[in-house]
T-cell receptor, first 111, second 114 residues
Framework: KQEVTQIPAALSVPEGENLVLNCSFTDSAIYNLQWFRQDPGKGLTSLLLIQSSQREQTSGRLNASLDKSSGRSTLYIAASQPGDSATYLCAVDTGGFKTIFGAGTRLFVKA | DTGVSQDPRHKITKRGQNVTFRCDPISEHNRLYWYRQTLGQGPEFLTYFQNEAQLEKSRLLSDRFSAERPKGSFSTLEIQRTEQGDSAMYLC????????????FGPGTRLTVT
């Protein structure tokens, strides 16, 4: 059974700091891994998708990596801003139509 | 392209009542997903449609829950005889088929059962 874990559960950093969010999964047989952002009381916004054959994806200040063999992904945020404050979720597509989410990391960037 | 829309955005109902939620996916997307999210947790998969066919259902989807996607367009999620434990955010997402396509989420419907 696929399980997804995100560490840390919460993180507070000063503005301008570079930071790394972690996501681990128990079964390496995945189709893709997707990172999302969720603002309080809102739906999810897709940030990056990494296919199982890829090692990383970049979008602006965001870089996501994937190591299937070790069951790990990281989301790197460069030069953090107060507007980056949100919950960040990772999700794995197991290929059986199900997508399994982690519980998320709540990020607070202090001005 | 207006994105994924959900209606209503908020629903307050009394225990035992039936409720129905609607999801309108991005028009070109053939895949549609329903999730449930409770406070402090990630979304939990409920069910999945490819076009009009419901191909996967979670065991979380008890007999009181039913979902449809007539004609492969919009979808409805109905909860019968609501219970307080059904209080949650219900999220809908859509995508193209294939591993390289992202899921796009709607704003969600917040259900409160009193």
């Amino acid at each position: 059974k696929q399980e997804v874990t995100q560490i840390p559960a919460a993180l507070s950093v000063p503005e301008g700091e570079n930071l790394v969010l972690n996501c681990s999964f128990t079964d390496s047989a995945i189709y893709n891994l997707q990172w999302f952002r969720q603002d309080p009381g809102k739906g999810l916004t897709s940030l990056l998708l990494i296919q199982s054959s890829q090692r990383e994806q970049t979008s602006g200040r965001l870089n996501a990596s994937l190591d299937k063999s070790s069951g790990r992904s990281t989301l790197y945020i460069a030069a953090s801003q107060p507007g980056d404050s949100a919950t960040y979720l990772c999700a794995v597509d197991t290929g059986g139509f199900k997508t399994i989410f982690g519980a998320g990391t709540r990020l607070f960037v202090k001005a | 392209d207006t994105g994924v829309s959900q209606d209503p955005r908020h629903k307050i109902t009394k225990r035992g009542q039936n409720v129905t939620f609607r999801c309108d996916p991005i028009s070109e997307h053939n895949r549609l997903y329903w999730y449930r999210q409770t406070l402090g947790q990630g979304p939990e998969f409920l069910t999945y449609f490819q076009n009009e066919a419901q191909l996967e259902k979670s065991r979380l989807l008890s007999d009181r829950f039913s979902a449809e996607r007539p004609k492969g367009s919009f979808s409805t999620l109905e909860i019968q005889r609501t219970e307080q434990g059904d209080s949650a955010m219900y999220l809908c997402a859509s995508s193209f088929g294939g591993a390289r396509y992202e899921q796009y989420f709607g704003p969600g419907t917040r259900l409160t059962v009193t």
